[in-house]
């Protein structure tokens, strides 16, 4: 009977005591007491060692490797003739991704429609321009005036002209590249838009209609704006691939980047200086177009996430300060865990 009522309190229940017994644990540890031991992952150390000595490697190789010749990558780098070439690059990136996405943009919805004809001219148009290589259309629009002499405007299927021009002096080099970037572009975007619409719910246009609200205003106001945020992520591949794709016009001798790295080159030998001056300069382009692209979805993703990622700087600053705050811990002196060995109910000791 005296170890029931240690265990369970006084045999005859009083005033301030419950009818039910109530159970003690007398050997509650005391959490507070014990001290974190993190998890050694011996195998993630070992792994990152060796990639931190591979890399180590290579930045010693290029810094003691002369072949490399960064003398003349230095002396070439701002050289106005490289300068000049990156100007065309960037003229060429803007003007070819805009027509692309704008054109890409009409295909899109050419393509939803329930028109048989707009669906199936824009489904030939994709199939086409996917079809054939960059290169290839690249090389038939600089030779278009071989298979049109001439174009203009005149009676319709004959040859008889009201005006007309000489198709070499319209299509120049500056605007086959154009045109074949342009409209290449033009049909991966309509697909990358294509799959944005889809990905908004079906609900949200119903809604709309629903309320009257002209299909203008159902496709700009509401059904794009939810689906940029499928549609930037592979848009800025596209324009990355696209400012890197400008080094395939040199084919027809369009003064880029590329082409100047490679007259320059041809030259003066000097063909691994040359080409780092271009490869740096494209990580550049990349970069930067990497840092918009994280904040301007970033922006969008205000719509969906209740939280927004943090910036990397932000980021740094948390890891910073955790890290800090790790250091300036002290580890607490353990505490010895006192059993309880106190009675519920009942006036004894």
Request: hydrophobic share 50%; no cysteine.
């Amino acid at each position: 009977m005296t170890d029931i009522v240690q265990e369970y309190g006084s045999a005859a229940p009083t005033e301030d005591s419950s009818a039910t017994p109530q159970v003690v644990n007398r050997d509650s540890p005391d959490f507070a007491a014990f001290t974190v031991v993190h998890t050694r992952h011996y195998v993630r150390w070992i792994f990152g060692a060796l990639v931190l000595f591979v890399v180590l490697q290579f930045l010693w190789s290029l810094a003691t490797n002369d072949k490399y010749g960064w003398p003349v990558f230095a002396t070439y780098f701002f050289a106005p003739a490289i300068l000049k070439g990156i100007q065309l690059t960037l003229g060429l990136t803007v003007v070819a991704g805009t027509i692309g996405f704008l054109l890409g943009t009409l295909l899109a919805l050419a393509r939803l429609s329930k028109s048989p004809i707009l669906n199936s001219v824009s489904w030939s148009f994709i199939w086409f321009f996917r079809s054939v290589p960059l290169l290839v259309q690249l090389l038939v629009w600089y030779n278009l005036g071989y298979l049109y002499p001439r174009l203009g405007l005149g009676v319709p299927f004959t040859d008889n002209y009201f005006w007309s021009f000489d198709t070499v002096t319209l299509v120049s080099q500056f605007a086959a590249a154009v045109l074949g970037l342009s409209l290449n572009q033009a049909a991966y975007s309509a697909e990358i838009i294509r799959g944005g619409i889809l990905s908004v719910d079906q609900g949200q246009l119903e809604a709309a209609a629903a309320l009257g609200l002209p299909r203008h205003v159902r496709v700009l106001r509401i059904i794009l704006p939810q689906a940029a945020r499928a549609i930037l992520p592979n848009a800025f591949n596209e324009i990355i691939g696209l400012i890197k794709g400008t080094s395939i016009v040199s084919v027809i001798a369009l003064g880029e980047l590329f082409y100047v790295t490679q007259v320059i080159y041809n030259r003066n030998q000097q063909v691994i200086p040359l080409l780092l001056v271009s490869v740096v300069w494209y990580i550049i382009f990349t970069t930067v177009l990497s840092i918009a692209q994280f904040y301007v979805e970033r922006h969008f993703a205000r719509g969906a996430l209740r939280v927004v990622p943090p910036t990397p700087i932000q980021a740094a600053r948390a890891w910073v300060k955790t890290q800090w705050a790790r250091l300036d811990e002290k580890p607490a002196a353990p505490e010895p865990s006192k059993a309880a060995t106190t009675r519920i109910g009942g006036n004894g000791s």
